[in-house]
């Protein structure tokens, strides 16, 4: 499958389930538990249907033929053996006579005892659900084309409900924390790259940061599982989201340790010193932990002298436990609230202490509505231990508040090409002098496939829409007849687009009308048909009344009665054939319409980005741009009483136009103030008048 197909299913199963919770009594938070549960029995059915095969022809033949496939089998192949009533065909296969909430709620059990890592995690509360509505269910995600999802597909499709569950507001009694939007965590997976050693998010949630660096191995070495890589560790203080890691953990098939613990009195995992990577998004401004207990105040993962904050909130303890994780060549990427850069007194004093160890890398700027359930701004900070002598005492500063993609009115996000500038930015400021030419290539590459997609969507719309006009609508009859003569029609559907391998910006700049015009025209030609078709239809139905309502027939005239008989029979074939040929051409507009916008959007959104990294480093080489990143060094930064926030440092773009008369309008607007405080004077001579 592509990448649209994947999101057009994604879309598909979220859409039908969605609306049958829509139909129930149950709350996005009670839904979300038992549905991702059915996803991981669904993927796990898959996954051992698509070991067993492989695993049987493996095993050799002995004297008593071959043996019978083990748990270690299919461990190695990527899979669970999965008992018969735990397999998600044997649930949909269930006589409705049986209970289907006790089968599913056994499934689950029975997995939990072969495989302990999942004991207590799995959902097994589905007797609280309808009968129907779990029918129904099993239904949505027994379809043959998510019968035959292969990959990590399965992993995509969790990911993508844990999403949708995060915008409607499931979870939202636990502050909305147990998932990261995917961009931000994308942003710190492309800035750290964490492709080997030991791993670790203290504040985990869902695990997305694990899943993410498991995507970026596998695009890093094809066919590489991340668990040859990496060790992943993680600590969550709340249970659900404990599970909801170890299921999405389970569902991508990454071995991690999850723990459910508070990480501001415990470190489960002792790690400090021995992480290549921590990555973390937690919650902002926790107040009230008791920075009295005396592991806090002999905490190793904060620093000796200015370690305990006064401030009533986590944030720089936070902080400082990441850098203490870290080995020493270990990078950081994590979300901060924004108060935290220029937060003053003893917070003041550990950023102080963090900026002297030379470990602060970079600092990213994020705008608004990047959150599901709370709209504000943060701050991506990113700390590298192993920074090159030449940035030791360097910081790069993002402001990034400007740069965002709009989802809808509420969320924004980044789209990829902007993530692959602000990566480009990065390695250059690194030292990596190919970093801009390198990204300016993957815009090329992605516009030129984002092309073809697209490209070869319109072109098999056009063929479908072909076939569907050409397609004979009824047995011809004499007398007079509708023109139902679309062959023009027909005909401008034959040319094609084709998209070159070779193309540069250019080009690919000018593809955005191409893709335009023939998208614009054959919708344009549908409508076209689908009047035409509709006053046919029209009269049609009015010669058949006329038929039918006309004077009577005396039974003399029988040539003229079998006539209008006749014609009335064929009107009426013509009718039914014209109204299946016009639902088959909406169908089929349908059907590519929603994907073709969104390639659309795409495409521009690829061009656009590709045309900022150009315009803002024509040289292919990192410079500052004011108003979006600059290199600081620690003087800089002293001066600025060790604030870093990026906006204080980069400033900000002032667009001019040349074209405007600037000292035209400054004239027109003092005229107008001086009419405005004269109509004031005289309106308050009156009022006083009035008053006297």
């Known amino acids: ?52 095969g492989q695993i049987e022809a493996s095993i050799p033949d002995g004297p008593r033929g071959k043996r019978a496939p083990t748990k270690e089998d299919f461990l190695a192949a990527g899979a669970m053996m999965l008992p018969e009533a735990s397999q998600f065909d044997y649930l949909a296969d269930l006589p409705e006579s049986e209970s289907l909430d006790e089968a599913i709620n056994n499934a689950m059990k029975l997995i939990e005892d072969a495989y302990p890592d999942l004991l207590g ?64 965590v994308q942003l710190i997976v492309n800035m750290i790259k964490p492709d080997h050693g030991i791993i670790h ?24 599982s991340i668990n040859t890589k990496v060790k992943c560790y993680g600590s969550e203080l709340k249970s659900n989201n404990t599970r909801l890691a170890k299921m999405n953990l389970a569902i991508h098939g990454i071995e991690g340790k999850v ?78 609230a924004s108060s935290a850069t220029d937060a003053g007194n003893t917070e003041k004093a550990i950023r102080q202490k963090l900026v002297e160890t030379g470990a602060v890398d970079c600092i990213v700027s994020v705008g608004n509505n990047f959150f599901y359930t709370r709209s504000l701004p943060c701050h991506v900070w990113f700390l590298d231990k192993g920074k090159a002598d030449k940035n030791k005492d360097k910081i790069l500063m993002i402001d990034a508040r400007k740069t965002f993609r709009v989802v809808t009115n509420t969320i924004n996000d980044y789209s990829p090409g902007q993530l692959t500038n602000f990566n480009a930015i990065m390695e250059s400021y690194r030292g990596d002098e190919t970093a801009i030419t390198s990204a300016q290539t993957i815009h090329n590459h992605e516009a030129i496939s984002l092309g073809k997609d697209i490209a070869n969507e319109i072109n098999q719309l056009r063929k479908e829409c072909k076939t569907i006009l050409a397609a004979p609508n009824a ?9 139902l003569d679309f062959s023009s029609i027909s005909g401008e559907l034959d040319e094609h687009l084709s998209v070159a391998d070779d193309s540069d910006f250019d080009t690919c700049e000018t593809w955005n009308e191409r893709f335009n015009l023939p998208v ?90 590709w045309h900022s990294l150009r315009e803002n480093f024509p040289n292919d080489q990192y410079q500052d741009i004011e108003g979006l990143c600059k290199i600081v060094n620690r003087d800089e930064v002293e001066e600025n009483d060790y604030s870093l926030t990026p906006g204080r440092y980069v400033g900000y773009s002032v667009q001019v136009d040349d074209d405007f008369d600037y000292e035209e309008r400054m004239k027109s607007i003092k005229s107008e103030l001086l009419n405005l405080q004269s109509s004031s004077n005289e309106l308050m001579d009156l009022i006083q008048g009035t008053q006297l």
């Open 121 to 184: 995690v799995l959902p097994k509360n589905y007797q609280e659900f309808d009968a129907d509505l779990l029918r129904e269910l099993i239904r949505v995600f027994n379809k043959d084309s998510v019968k035959k999802i292969k990959g990590d597909i399965f992993g995509r499709i969790y990911e993508f409900f844990l999403m949708k569950f995060s915008m409607d507001g499931a979870g939202a009694q636990e502050g909305g924390e147990f998932f990261t939007p995917p961009s931000l």
């Open 259 to 336: 723990s459910e613990t508070n990480s501001f009195y415990s470190d489960p995992h002792a790690l400090v010193g021995q992480c290549d990577f921590v990555m973390a998004n937690p919650p902002f401004n926790v107040k009230k932990v008791d920075k009295k207990k005396d592991y806090v105040k002999t905490d190793a993962r904060l620093f000796n002298d200015v370690g305990i904050p006064k401030a009533d909130n986590g944030n720089y303890l936070w902080i400082q436990y990441f850098y203490h994780y870290l080995n020493d060549q270990g990078r950081a990427g994590f979300v901060m």
């Open 201 to 224: 998010d203290p504040a985990c949630g869902s695990g997305g940061m694990f899943v993410q660096t498991g995507h970026f191995i596998e695009e890093q070495n094809k066919g590489v």
């Open 520 to 609: 614009e025209k054959l919708f344009s030609l549908i409508e076209q048909y689908q009047v035409q078709s509709e006053k046919a239809l029209a009269k049609y139905k009015e010669e058949a009344k006329a038929i039918k309502e006309g004077p009577s027939i005396t039974p003399e005239d029988k040539a003229t009665k079998e006539q209008a008989n006749k014609k009335n029979k064929l009107l009426k074939k013509q009718l039914d054939a014209n109204s299946r040929l016009l639902k088959s051409l909406n169908a089929a507009l349908n059907a590519h319409k929603a994907l073709l916008k969104q390639e659309l959007a795409d495409y521009k959104q690829r061009i656009k980005d």
């Open 1 to 52: 499958m592509n990448q649209q197909e994947i999101k057009q299913l994604e879309t598909e199963l979220w859409d039908s389930a969605n609306s049958l919770r829509a139909n129930s009594k149950l709350t996005a938070a009670e839904y979300k538990d038992p549905v991702l549960g059915l996803i991981l029995l669904r993927y796990a059915q898959n996954r051992y249907d698509q070991a067993k």
């Open 475 to 483: 047995e011809d009859f004499t007398g007079d007849k509708p023109n």
